[in-house]
């Protein structure tokens, strides 16, 4: 059964950094793209950044420059360096692999991605 444990979270002040970690238990992690998501209360899920296997990195419009995206194939992780952070930031943030294996390009959509994380909650004060 596949697993993707999140950890890193945590309360922050503006302009501070976090470093999220996902690690999986996918055998075949290197050829899965993974990304990252991010939900606040009476709000949809929403899409933050992704890695393909390839790997090519996309980023949201609202973290792109401050937020980095990278994979260590050989620890089954994906990290996400977040810089400048700001309050709007918070949430809890999910971690998911792809639906299939050699998947490329930009995705956003829930719909796209098979396995998900439990969650690490962020917090930025003002």
């Known amino acids: 059964q596949v697993q993707l444990v999140e950890s890193g979270g945590g309360l922050v002040e503006t302009g501070e950094s976090l470093k999220l970690s996902c690690t999986a238990s996918i055998p075949t992690f290197s050829r899965f793209g993974l990304g990252w998501f991010r939900q606040v209360p009476g709000r949809e899920r929403e899409f933050v950044a992704r890695?393909?296997?390839?790997?090519?990195?996309y980023y949201a419009d609202s973290v792109k420059g401050r937020f980095t995206i990278s994979r260590d194939n050989a620890k089954n992780t994906v990290y996400l360096q977040m810089n400048s952070l700001k309050p709007v930031d918070s949430g809890v943030y999910y971690c998911a692999a792809d639906r299939t294996q050699f998947y490329s390009g930009r995705s956003e959509s829930l719909r796209d991605y098979e396995y998900w994380g439990q969650g690490t909650q962020v917090t930025v004060s003002s």
């Open positions: 890695i393909t296997w390839m790997p090519e990195r």
